[in-house]
């Protein structure tokens, strides 16, 4: 394993941990919460489950987390954008939204979360939502029949916010 450079509060994973009784059978559930406290699940927080936990190791923990897609092992934007393309998305267009994004973000190949940490992009093979295709989610919002210059709308929009624009 690699080390990261985030910077953990440890005191949020006690608390995680205090939550479940320190027990190795709500691993999944700690898991979770700490994905949702720091956004994906650092190696330093795992590491520190694994040892803090009884029954446990490190390896039994990155084992785990890296079992389960719901979990990521690489940061993520405070926006989460998904974009789905699922058949009935990719043959109504999610090609061109997915590029507009790309561009927007300014995205090299393989990157997944911009550089100023803001947006990370992530392919989905379908939303449940083919009739609305093609569809793209910005955290829990699901946005319908997306094109590429709706999308650059809302990321606009997101980005003036945030002060980035
Ligand atoms: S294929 Fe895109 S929502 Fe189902």
């Not at 994973?13 to 691993?27: N, R, V, W």
């Not at 190791?57 to 789905?84: D, H, M, N, W």
């Not at 699922?86 to 973000?105: D, E, F, Q, Y």
């Not at 590429?148 to 809302?154: F, G, K, L, M, Q």
């Amino acid at each position: 394993m690699t080390g990261t450079t985030t910077q953990i509060d440890f005191r949020e994973i006690d608390k995680i941990l205090e939550k479940y009784e320190y027990k190795k059978s709500y691993l999944i559930a700690m898991l979770q919460n700490v994905q949702e406290v720091f956004r994906y699940l650092p190696e330093e927080a795992m590491t520190y489950i694994g040892e803090k936990v009884d029954g446990l190791s490190p390896a039994t923990v990155y084992g785990v987390a890296t079992f389960y897609a719901q979990f990521s092992l690489e940061p993520k934007g405070k926006y989460e954008i998904r974009v789905c393309d699922g058949t009935a998305c990719h043959v109504r267009g999610s090609m061109p939204v997915l590029n507009a994004i790309k561009n927007k973000l300014k995205l090299k190949e393989g990157q997944k979360t911009c550089d100023n940490g803001l947006f990370s992009l992530e392919i989905v093979s379908c939303l449940g939502a083919c009739g609305l295709a093609p569809v793209c989610m910005v955290n829990d919002k699901v946005y319908p029949q997306m094109t590429s210059d709706a999308i650059s709308v809302i990321l606009d929009t997101l980005m003036k916010e945030e002060g980035v624009a």
